[in-house]
């Protein structure tokens, strides 16, 4: 099976500006979450989508949103830039029903820098 | 946000050494599972355990779910220059999908 796929790896983009990640979860899988990696705050959950519906939110702005497709390939996408936004956007994909998968598998991550 | 208390931070060690890192928290967790994060790429999964009082080993790695259901351990036995990173542990109440994740301990290896 393929891996979890996150595009474009690294992006550069300044303050005020809005940016959208890419997701391809590992086939078949039907869950897909996004986690924000800082080193001041570690990771931080910030969604979860399933069959296209986002059944958990974490604790961030609503200018963090996100959308999943019918194939389960999902977006993430941030409004209004701000600086502390630099971080490493994860996604990880979830094999939900499997016995003994139900555990996260992630990508290696967008990291965004802010200017 | 909610996180774990993951110690040590940091581990510098010398090559063969044995390894210990620990997880606690407040809060009872259905599901504790140990992360590896090497630079510039996302957590791969290490070992996941699921019964209070569980001990599974893969490898050299062996982690043990807390009896309480809120610690978790990490053992690394006859460490290896390979593994360096840094190492996560993440909890999951049950029912939920969200991970709460600790803080990390980034181990380093002297040759």
């Known amino acids: 099976k393929a891996g979890v796929t996150q595009t474009p790896r690294y992006l550069i983009k300044t303050r005020g500006q809005q940016v959208t990640l890419s997701c391809s979860p590992i086939?078949?899988?039907?869950?897909v979450s996004w986690y924000q990696q800082t080193p001041g705050q570690g990771l931080q959950f910030l969604f979860e989508?399933?069959?296209?519906?986002?059944?958990n939110k974490g604790n961030f702005p609503g200018r963090f949103s996100g959308r999943q497709f019918s194939n389960s390939r999902s977006e993430m996408n941030v409004s209004t830039l701000e600086l502390g936004d630099s971080a490493l956007y994860l996604c990880?994909?979830?094999?939900?029903?499997?016995?003994?998968?139900?555990?996260?598998?992630f990508g290696a991550g967008s990291r965004l820098t802010v200017l | 946000g909610q996180q774990l208390n993951q110690s040590p931070q940091s581990m510098f060690i010398q090559e063969g050494e044995d390894v210990s890192m620990n997880c606690t928290s407040s809060?009872?967790?259905?599901?504790w599972l140990w992360y590896k994060q090497d630079p510039g790429e996302g957590p791969v999964l290490l070992i996941a355990?699921?019964?209070?009082?569980e001990l599974t080993s893969n490898g050299r790695l062996t982690a043990q779910f807390g009896t309480t259901r809120k610690d978790s351990f990490l053992n690394i036995s006859a460490s290896i220059p390979s593994d360096v990173g840094i190492y996560f542990c993440?909890?999951?109440?049950?029912?939920?999908?969200?991970?709460?994740f600790g803080q990390g301990t980034r181990l380093t290896i002297n040759p």
């Open positions: 990880a994909s979830n094999g939900q029903g499997y016995s003994g998968a139900n555990v996260l598998t």
């Open positions: 086939s078949g899988h039907r869950s």
């Open positions: 989508y399933f069959s296209e519906t986002q059944r």
């Open positions: 809060s009872i967790f259905n599901t």
């Open positions: 355990l699921y019964k209070a009082g």
């Open positions: 993440a909890g999951r109440f049950q029912g939920a999908q969200k991970l709460v």
